[in-house]
Structure formats: C-alpha cells, structure tokens
C-alpha cells in the first residue's frame, strides 16, 4: 500500500513537470512568434529609414554596446550618431520589437510628435521595455510615465487629469508673478555663489565649478519653493536631501537600466511564468536584489516618498492652501 502511494507521488511529480514543461514552451513559443511578427512589421516600415551612424548599428540591436560606452554622455552620443538627419533609427532584435528607437533631429518631427499628433503616440510597454521598466521604478506613476493617447487603456483620461492639474500651475499669471520673483532671487544666489568662487576667491583648478550642477541647483531651488514653499539654497552649496536622493535615484535608474538590457530581454522572452514573463518574473526580481545600483535606487526612491509625504502634508496644514 505504502509502495502504491509512492508511486502515485511519483507519478504526479513526473506528470506534473512534464506538464509544467509543455505549458512553459507553448508560453515561449507565443511570446517568440508574436515578438518576431511585430518586430518584422517594424522593420518593415522603417526599411527606408536610415540607421544612426556608428560601427555595428545596421545590425539588429547592434547599437547597445555603443550605448553601454557612452553612458555618461548620451546626449552627446546622440547629437554625434543622428547628425545631418532628420530622423534615424536604432534596430531592435529580430524577436523582440522592444529596443527599437527612433531619434527626431528636425525640429518640424519634433512638433509632430509633441504636438500636432500627440495622441498618436504614447510611452513604451514597461512590461518589455528594460529602460522605462526602470524608469518607472524611479518615479512611479505620474504624469511622465502615464500612458497617454491610442497607446492608453483608458483613452488618455488619467494623463489628462494630471495634466489639468498640473497646468494650474504653469499658468501666465503665476509667471508673471510668483515664479517670476521666485526664479531672480534663486538667479541671484547662484550669481553670489559663482562670485564668491571666482571674483572674491579666484578658484585654482583644484577648486573647479561644475556649472552644470550649478544649474540644476538653480532650477531645483526654484522649483522647491514654487511647488512646496520650501526654501533651500543648494547653489551655494546646501545639503537638500530630497535633491540628493532624486540626483542619486536618476543617476542608478539610468544606469542599471543599461546594465538590464540582456537580462531584462531573456527573463521577459525565454523564461516561463512565473520565474519570468511580464515584468520579468521572479528572475527579474532576484538579479534587482542583488544588483548594487538596483538597491541604491530603492534606498533613495524610499528618501523621495519619504520627503516627498513630508513636503505635501506641509502644504496641506498651510491655512494659505
């Protein structure tokens, strides 16, 4: 009797991975087929489009290694391998439609696809996209990550309903006022600080300003205070914890996003649910664990939730909101 049931246990265990196997394959398969058939119907619009500029980027996602290279200076990067064309394109694998990229260097493309057809395009599918899967773990789910247009299960309304909201404040009255006063006065700290360091106190080359975080201190100075009325100085050198942790958080997003192409592609293509699929699956959720710049992320994107419940329940107990 006892060797009856151990045989039955043994049984289900085989029948069971078996099953498990099949069911597994079939996912694969799908998800093969379907990503090659939207991936050729891509390739085959953009056929007469050319390709960035750059050793290896005619072939399908031949441009990620360039990419990987250039990090620390994308917009640079991208300047050099779309220059002299209107628009360009970067391949993306012949399985897999989610690398594909289009660069816009006309600025008449540029107001198609911001303005005068806004509706017909929309943000990637974080399920299969490695860049903006990351890029919505940083910030969430606000209006720079909100589907919008034909690409929007709801037709665009929760988009719209941010966008409402926020244009309250970038409205001509605020400007004319408010931000206006705001904007000199951060102006004229920065003008003090960069005053101090090479009028009053020549700097040596040891001493050298980085003036482009200088303007991002300017506009985050000025931004605190015409958001949340909160008054930092980070121009002049001020430690602001919500800027640092957002500063840190973009810098790991971008980064760990590069470092996931590979991965990120294999989880959500040849690995089956759950262990992969949408998302990635558990494999996904394990390589983010134990990846160094994946756990900086989380630390400074808990500082920003953090900071960021601060600042708005601030706002609320103001008897001016």
């Known amino acids: ?32 087929w379907k990503g ?25 996602a031949g441009w990620i290694r360039d990419l990987q290279r250039n990090l620390y200076r994308l917009h640079d990067w ?35 696809i911001l303005k005068d057809e806004f509706s017909k395009y929309t943000k990637p599918d974080s399920s299969i996209d490695p860049f903006f899967y990351y890029f919505e773990d940083f910030l969430g789910s606000g209006i720079f990550v909100q589907k919008h247009g034909v690409g ?21 009255k605020n400007f004319n ?5 705001v904007f000199i006065e951060k102006a004229e700290v920065l003008r003090r600080f960069l005053e101090r360091k090479f009028v009053s ?28 009325g909160e008054d930092t100085n980070t121009a002049e050198g001020q430690k602001n914890t919500y800027g640092q942790a957002f500063d840190d958080a973009n810098a790991a997003s971008r980064t760990h996003g590069v470092d ?23 494999a996904r959720a394990i390589y983010d664990f134990l990846s160094p710049q994946h756990r900086q992320l989380r630390r400074c994107t808990k500082i920003l939730d953090r900071e960021a419940n601060r600042l708005v329940k601030n706002c609320l107990e103001d008897p001016k909101f």
């Open 260 to 282: 996931s192409i590979a991965p990120f592609m294999i989880f959500t293509t040849f690995l089956p649910w759950p262990f992969g699929g949408k998302n990635g699956g558990f």
């Open 201 to 228: 106190e020549p700097a040596s080359n040891a001493d050298a300003v980085d003036i482009q975080a200088c303007f991002f201190n300017f506009t985050f100075d000025s931004i605190m205070r015409i958001f949340f």
């Open 36 to 60: 090659f058939t939207v991936s050729s119907r891509m390739r085959e619009v953009l056929k007469d489009m050319p390709g960035t500029k750059g050793a290896g980027h005619d072939a399908p």
């Open 177 to 181: 006022s408010m931000m206006q006063d």
């Open 78 to 112: 991208r300047l050099e391998i779309c220059e002299g064309r209107p628009i360009s394109k970067n391949l993306g694998f012949s399985w897999s439609p989610a690398p594909y990229t289009l660069l816009a260097n006309d600025p008449a493309i540029v107001r198609h």
């Open 152 to 172: 929007s299960e709801d037709d665009g309304q929760e988009w719209t309903k941010m966008r409402k909201v926020s244009a309250q404040i970038f409205n001509r």
């Open 1 to 32: 009797m006892e060797e009856s049931k151990g045989t039955l246990a043994k049984k289900i265990v085989i029948n069971s991975v078996i099953a498990y196997g099949v069911f597994g394959a079939v996912q694969v398969f799908y998800r093969l």
